[in-house]
């Protein structure tokens, strides 16, 4: 019996409701399901040094363009300064981006009384509103008193046995990876939950460190009081994180901006090692701490400083224990914003710019505080490490081998005249101009913005 068409449209429309694979094979139906589903492109900004780039002023520039712009990894450990219309805001826990008006998404290891703290000191500044933009991933880790004190403990300890320290910034950050690693530590989503199971495990997280440091004392109810105190006040502003990100990614098109915190050089894999954070602060640290297949990275902007700047112990080759330090340092102001530690300071080191363009890929960066450099006769730069006299192709992995390193550098003349005022590449002296082009030219990477001032006026787009 002859079957007519309109059957053979049903059962072909059956057998595609069943097997949707079917109705992909054909090459318009892809076409049409890629349309349907398009996926948008996140913007990452990374540091490419050691931190203290000025990844905030950048981020901010971003976030007045940007729907969502989200942290990823890191805790209070990161510092970031934003100055909008004359005032300066600190930021710790909070993304830079929380000053603009619109979704914000934080995925990190949290310390519930230092994010409050921070939001009601940055709110006597100005800042409105966060509690409604501000959004926490329920499988945030949370970072507890004690895993600060635990943090000062195991430095100290490290300068009795080893006569040297990390340089940690006491926040408690490592025990709290330390914890994640271990899987025993303790997330948002366990707070919300059932309190009474979440103050059990709680006790037991307490009782297993202070087997550990024996002099570590907790008021265990006091603080679990406090944290529950906490928890309700967070829970309006919690999600589940993953299918945010999802929705986000797959819904109506978005503008989406993610923040690293620290930088390249201070990755827990990559980075100057053991003298590193805890986190993953490369461009993976934006996969694995938010939860966005890597399919979705977009623009990677690469933050730098005109010259290079680095907290704590650890292997500094370019550092200039001179009066040229002392100069960046002062006129740089470089002093660490959540420590308040000086920063040591030297040339720009192109060997590091490179090998974190090798692990991040980007496509753009950003040299803030060119400025700074406007006093200087000469301005050197390092291009290469020597060993025995030797050029090494590669960034060193040991650290006792990075200590014997000898830079080779290249030398510019200064040029001598105040850059602060300049708001386009032609305002700036051709001497100035040669220097970043020899940048630029080195790593392999277009510089999207120059900045030369604190502000947000003060960063020079280029393209």
């Known amino acids: 019996t002859p079957v007519s068409t309109s059957t053979v449209k049903r059962r072909l429309r059956d057998s595609a409701n069943k097997k949707p694979y079917l109705r992909l094979a054909n090459k318009k139906n892809r076409l ?3 349309k349907e589903h398009r996926w948008n492109k996140v913007t990452v900004v990374l540091g490419a040094q050691w931190g203290d780039e000025g990844k905030g002023k950048v981020v901010d520039l971003l976030a007045t363009e940007s729907d969502l712009v989200c942290r990823c990894q890191g ?3 990161a510092g970031h300064t934003v100055v909008v219309e004359g005032k300066e805001y600190d930021f710790h826990l909070l993304p830079s981006g929380i000053i603009n008006p619109k979704s914000i998404c934080n995925g990190v290891v949290i310390h519930l009384p230092g994010l409050f703290e921070e939001a009601e000191n940055n709110e006597k500044k100005g ?3 966060w509690e409604k933009r501000l959004i926490v991933s329920d499988r945030a880790h949370l970072v507890f008193d004690f895993h600060q004190v635990v943090d000062g403990i ?3 300890q490290r300068q009795a046995t080893e006569g040297k320290i990390i340089g940690t910034t006491k926040k408690g950050i490592g025990p709290t990876y330390a914890s994640k690693a271990s899987r025993i530590g303790l997330r948002v989503c366990d707070l919300l939950g059932d309190f009474k199971e979440f103050s059990t495990k709680f006790k037991n997280l307490v009782k297993q460190y202070q087997s550990m440091y024996s002099s570590l004392t907790v008021d265990t109810e006091s603080q679990l009081k406090k944290l529950k105190e906490y928890g309700e006040r967070l829970r309006p502003m919690v999600r589940d994180g993953v299918y945010y990100m999802y929705e986000a990614l797959h819904g109506p098109p978005k503008r989406i901006l993610v923040e690293g915190a620290n930088a390249a050089l201070l990755d827990i894999d990559f980075g100057t090692y053991p003298f590193v954070t805890s986190s993953n602060c490369t461009v993976g640290g934006a996969c694995t701490g938010l939860g966005i297949p890597p399919l979705n ?4 902007y690469g933050v730098s400083k005109a010259y290079t700047t680095r907290v704590g112990i650890g292997a500094f080759p370019t550092e200039q224990l001179n ?3 002392e100069l960046l340092q002062t006129r740089g102001h470089e002093v660490g914003v959540t420590t308040g530690r000086k920063r040591r300071c030297g040339w720009l080191d192109l060997v590091i710019l490179k090998y974190a363009h090798m692990i991040n890929g980007f496509t753009a960066i950003a040299l803030t505080k060119l400025d700074i450099l406007d006093v200087l006769d000469e301005i050197k730069v390092g291009v290469a490490y020597k060993i025995n006299g030797k050029r090494i192709p590669h960034f060193p992995a040991n650290m006792e081998l990075l200590h ?5 550098y290249e030398t510019f003349p200064g040029w001598k005249s105040d850059t602060s005022a300049a708001r386009k590449w032609n305002n700036l002296p051709q001497k100035a101009q040669n220097y970043i082009r020899f940048v630029e030219n080195h790593i392999g990477v277009p510089i999207k913005w120059v900045g030369v001032g604190k502000s947000r006026e003060c960063m020079i787009q280029m393209f």
């Open 32 to 34: 049409r399901w890629a």
């Open 75 to 77: 805790g209070n450990n």
């Open 127 to 129: 800042l409105k509103g």
């Open 154 to 156: 195991q430095e100290t």
């Open 297 to 300: 990275i977009g623009e990677v």
């Open 323 to 325: 009066a040229t330090g």
């Open 404 to 408: 014997k390193v000898e830079v080779e």
